[in-house]
């Protein structure tokens, strides 16, 4: 069984910060890759930021030079850094996660965590 694990979500005014971290832990051989999806209100999921085991980032170009993707390998944690934040980031964040198990690779998500920015 895997589990992956988000917290820092909140409420900021517009223009703060917020870090989100993701943790993946259970039964896997590796991690390929993990990051940051989102869905506001009446919108479908949407990329927000990708890391490949190897450190290798990808970004919503509305989120490029505002927020930042790392990790901690050895904790299998990701982080999501974001700054400088919009009303329309507002939505909940899901942690995502690309696993080895055995010989063959799986997609885990996390339960989401609500990022509010206001006005």
């Known amino acids: 069984q895997v589990q992956v694990v988000e917290s820092g979500g909140g409420l900021v005014q517009a223009g703060g910060s917020l870090r989100l971290s993701c943790a993946a832990s259970g039964s896997f051989l590796s991690i390929n890759a993990m990051g940051w999806y989102r869905e506001a209100p009446g919108k479908q999921r949407e990329l927000v930021a990708t890391?490949?085991?190897?450190?290798?980032?990808n970004y919503k170009d509305s989120v490029k030079g505002r927020f930042t993707i790392s990790r901690d390998t050895a904790k299998n944690t990701v982080y999501l850094q974001m700054n400088s934040l919009k009303p329309e980031d507002t939505a909940v964040y899901y942690c995502?996660?690309?696993?080895?198990?055995?010989?063959?690779?799986?997609?885990?998500w996390g339960q989401g965590t609500q990022v509010t920015v206001s006005s």
């Open positions: 890391i490949t085991s190897g450190g290798g980032t």
């Open positions: 995502y996660t690309n696993l080895v198990r055995g010989s063959s690779n799986y997609n885990y």
